[in-house]
């Protein structure tokens, strides 16, 4: 299944040899010839887990395994655990579900924060560094969350929430990590908006391990 804003493109398709190249974001399910391979930027998997995710949406490769190892540049990755490719470096770890790229990046970088408004009044999530980008979802004070990158003119802090990305003032985060230690992103980034509409349950029963469901994850799936 490909996920929105996404591409898939069939190298070699033979009654025993498969070839993918793939950009953006899939979840494959079931089995695959011996002779298979499925190629995207800097990773290349030769052996498909019997249910697992590819995330190649940004310049970092992402492979999560739900169940059944995968094999991505000679390396076995297993059920419960993901794999993150930059350039020539792959870091690999146990994880708990939902198995996502964001969930896992959360876990190798992210630095845990928490939610600190004055009033404890509710922080809003939003796409960009600044008010002036979409709102997405405003979560309680007091709530945990991962910070993952900061804004260039500082005064706002990237954090991964459920399957993604988002923004929040810097003030309103309390943290002991240093902005220093965290990556710098431009004034403008945006995070990716690539919702799943009215997904049938058959696709949300593939999706779920991964992304979770369209009541525990609002910020992908949308029902309309």
Do not use: K
Not at 67 to 74: C, F, K, R, T, Y
Not at 120 to 146: D, K
């Amino acid at each position: 299944l490909l996920l929105p804003a996404s591409l898939l493109t069939i190298d070699t398709f033979t009654a025993d040899q498969l070839a993918l190249t793939a950009e953006g974001r899939l979840v494959q399910r079931g089995s695959a010839p011996a002779d298979y391979r499925l190629h995207a930027d800097n990773a290349l998997i030769t052996q498909a887990a019997q249910h697992f995710t590819l995330d190649a949406a940004t310049d970092m490769i992402t492979v999560t395994v739900a169940q059944g190892s995968a094999v991505i540049n000679e390396m076995t990755l297993n059920a419960g655990s993901g794999m993150r490719i930059e350039g020539d470096r792959a870091r690999e770890l146990a994880f708990d579900p939902p198995w996502n790229a964001a969930a896992l990046d959360a876990a190798l970088n992210g630095c845990p924060g928490v939610i600190n408004t004055e009033g404890g009044v509710e922080l809003r999530l939003r796409q960009g560094p600044g008010t002036g980008f979409s709102f997405l979802i405003a979560r309680p004070n007091g709530s945990a969350v991962s910070l993952l990158g900061v804004n260039a003119s500082s005064g706002w802090v990237r954090v991964q929430f459920l399957s993604g990305y988002g923004w929040m003032q810097r003030l309103a985060v309390q943290t002991t990590c240093s902005e220093a230690d965290l990556p710098s992103y431009a004034d403008t980034t945006r995070e990716l908006d690539a919702p799943i509409y009215n997904p049938s349950p058959e696709e949300i029963a593939l999706l779920a391990p991964f992304y979770g469901t369209p009541r525990s994850n609002p910020l992908l799936f949308r029902l309309r």
